[in-house]
């Protein structure tokens, strides 16, 4: 399924998550971290502190263990819903954002 995903993210721990997503800590996660990786470079600054991305997860709980292993440690607030496709928002790139941190 995909997901449509918003959360708020935790600006301190901002550095060590860009560092795991250029580091090859988070593309190799199996089995989703191609996508998790993929999903941050979508995903859009929508609000102050807020992003929102789309998301595929073939688990029956969405995003189960993405949230375990990855965005439980440097999102909050998370809402997800399921959607029928990608979805690009509007917005500041989140990834461009994170280069920052760099």
């Known amino acids: 399924m995909i997901y449509s995903v918003k ?13 795991m997503l250029t580091d090859g800590t988070i593309k190799n996660q199996k089995p989703d971290g191609t996508e998790i990786l993929n999903s941050m470079k979508r995903a859009k600054i929508t609000e102050s502190g807020i992003i929102e991305w789309s998301e595929m997860c073939l688990c029956p709980s969405p995003l ?3 949230r375990q292993t990855v965005y439980d440690k440097f999102f909050s607030n998370m809402e ?9 928002f509007e917005g500041e790139s989140f ?5 920052e941190f760099d």
């Not at 997800?80 to 690009?88: C, F, G, L, M, N």
């Not at 990834?95 to 280069?99: Q, W």
């Open 7 to 19: 959360a708020k993210f935790i600006e301190e721990k901002m550095k060590e998550f860009f560092q």
């Open 64 to 66: 189960k263990h993405e």
């Open 80 to 88: 997800i819903k399921i959607i029928d496709d990608y979805t690009e």
């Open 95 to 99: 990834f461009d954002y994170l280069k």
